[in-house]
């Protein structure tokens, strides 16, 4: 086991959601670089760090069941590739009437570049069988899972993290779904899936299973409480979905919220994302209802990753102004005013409101 000290530097820079197990946000500072440094990478598990015994099974509907270490992995191609993850339940504060889950504010997500090797070539040398339906990837964390930890309420014991994918997504190269050992160019730490995790770009973090432990080909439908218990939208008046990919949003990093600021130009800032393709406009607002002015948004630096978008904001007259940034995606996708209400809480990407005090 690590000691316990170097698992608080680890996390010592983290805004601390619950420490048993360790859910944590990333400080503002994370959101203001194009990737965030690993130390403010918010973290998000629901058992405590598992142990973990270096190897990788893949296994199911296969034709040549493998076993894969670490070195093993290495010795594949590698590829880097920078990735926003954020969790479904960013925001959840801010969902009205409020669910039990993890309270998360709005700074669960954050950038990293992950290194690894593509998940396709590894499930492609253990060669699916056609009538696969789903892949099951299992970590190695288990335990009794808490709607809160606060809460002494159990939802399950003895659960596994357990999360699938269909074939046709896990294979798609275009996917570019990553079984990574390294983050940042370092290996991958305690909290983040050491030794090996996959990362799915574009969907909800969810699908990201850290400490992963076995592949497995199945030929019924997947079922589990990661799958189909929680990370589903209960919408109030239409039927559940599955929490899948991120929903266009924008935040505003700079200035803070509540600043004062003197009369003047400054620059607004912040980052967009949506995994339903690349931010292609954001919007300002500085007066409630009324006109919106389009920020600069920066061209993607890959494709998978935040953006950066500016505004030069003149302003002359003292007094309060809120701001609002609201972000569209190349396929249309418009942030909402409103968090589209869910039982659970999840996906509420709703347009932030901020203010500042000129004076
Ligand atoms: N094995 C395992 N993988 C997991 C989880 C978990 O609890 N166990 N949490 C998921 C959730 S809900 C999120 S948001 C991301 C968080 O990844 P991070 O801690 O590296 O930021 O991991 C995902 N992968
Ligand atoms: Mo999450």
């Not at 070195?71 to 339940?89: F, I, K, N, Q, Y």
């Not at 789903?134 to 899972?145: H, K, N």
């Not at 159990?154 to 996917?175: G, Y």
């Not at 189909?228 to 924008?250: I, K, L, Q």
Request: glycine share 10%; aromatic share 8%.
């Amino acid at each position: 086991m690590l000691a316990d000290d170097t698992l608080r530097r680890a996390r010592s820079a983290l805004t601390m959601i619950h420490e048993h197990p360790f859910n944590a946000e990333a400080p503002p500072e994370g959101l203001t670089g194009d990737t965030t440094p690993t130390e403010q990478h918010y973290v998000r598990s629901n058992f405590a760090l598992p142990e973990h015994d270096g190897t990788l099974e893949i296994g199911g509907a296969v034709g040549s069941p493998t076993t894969l270490t670490l070195d093993d992995l290495r010795a594949m191609p590698s590829v880097e590739r920078a990735v926003t993850l954020e969790c479904a339940g960013n925001g959840r504060l801010e969902t009205r009437p409020l669910p039990a889950g993890e309270p998360w504010g709005a700074y669960a997500v954050s950038t990293a570049v992950w290194t690894g090797t593509w998940l396709r070539d590894v499930l492609e040398q253990a060669q699916p069988a056609p009538d696969g339906v789903e892949v099951r990837f299992e970590g190695a964390d288990s335990g009794s899972y808490l709607l809160n930890p606060v809460l002494a309420q159990t939802v399950k014991s003895d659960l596994t993290f357990v999360r699938s994918l269909t074939p046709e997504h896990a294979l798609d190269p275009a996917a570019e779904i990553l079984i990574a050992y390294e983050m940042n160019g370092r290996p991958l730490g305690p909290d983040h899936g050491a030794p090996f995790r996959i990362v799915v770009p574009g969907w909800f973090a969810v699908a990201s299973v850290k400490w992963l432990k076995r592949i497995d080909v199945v030929t019924e439908p997947f079922e589990g409480e990661f799958q189909t218990g929680h990370y589903v939208y209960e919408w109030p008046d239409r039927p559940h979905e599955r929490v899948t990919t991120m929903r266009v949003r924008a935040r505003i990093t700079d200035p803070a919220p509540g600043a004062v600021l003197t009369p003047g130009t400054h620059v607004i800032r912040g980052k967009a994302w949506s995994g339903t393709g690349p931010v292609t406009n954001v919007d300002l607002s500085f007066t409630g209802e009324g006109a919106w002015s389009p920020a600069v948004v920066e061209a993607p630096r890959g494709p998978h990753q935040w953006q950066g978008w500016s505004y030069e904001w003149e302003v002359t007259e003292p007094g309060r102004y809120s701001i609002r940034a609201r972000a569209t995606d190349a396929a249309g996708n418009e942030q909402p005013d409103v968090p589209p209400w869910n039982r659970l809480g999840y996906g509420n990407n709703a347009v932030e409101v901020s203010y500042v005090d000129v004076r």
